[in-house]
């Protein structure tokens, strides 16, 4: 319900083309950070990557220091700035839009933009799923039926309050991950005994690796794998490198610097 209201917020303060694509360029810094957050993180770090750290262990938070200084702090101080002014400029409501202008090229802004088309469902199909198996495990209903609900009730905000109904939704959406995750932590570490006592009960654990990841050079879940083994590459390259710097390329990420109006906001927005 609360998704729904913020939805029709977002309807009612649409007036153009403008406020539907680029939410008016005046979106508040918390709004825009947290929707960037939100978008970012979404149902595959939230679900997917805690399977991915169950397998791979602590090295995984070298993607966490990688998303902090390129996905984050490069992307809102060095990329961040230049988006917005050029898309201010340009008057781009649209990353192929942006592209294209920038470049003075229909193909560019063409092809990026059947890029997006054809590649933006298979991302979104997995977030939707990932939804729609949480909701399936914890609330005990047929995934047919939960991901229907979560479908409908996206369809409904995202075309309903366009932009800014979306940024309304992603940034409650990404405060209650804030808070769920730090409770979460506190709480873990309470449990076990402190940060000291969980994180040895975690190394005691590494003769429980399984043989088969072992030959991999998997060598437990507090540190990292052989270097120069296929689980280090595995590790480095497809979850740290791809995932950490792929965050640049996100275009419905690129399009959030484009909604508020100073630079001044995406530097509030990094605190």
Known sequence: LATLYLGYRG??????SEGYLVAGRETHPYIMAMSYGATFISTSAIVGFGGTAGLFGMGLLWLTV???FVGIFIAFVVFGKRTRKIGHNLNAMTFPELLGKRFDSKFIQYFSGLVIFFGMPLYASVVLIGAARF???TLAIDFDVALLIYSVIIAGYVIWGGLRGVMYTDAMQGTIMFVGMAF???VTYAHLG???MAHQALTDMAHLVPAKLAAQGHTGWTSMPTFGSTWWWTLISTVVMGVGIGVLAMPQLVVRFMTVKSNKELNRGVL
């Open 184 to 186: 979460l932590l506190v």
């Open 194 to 196: 402190g940060i000291t």
């Open 66 to 68: 990688l998303n902090i």
């Open 11 to 16: 309807w009612k303060s649409t007036k153009d």
């Open 135 to 137: 909701m399936e495990t």
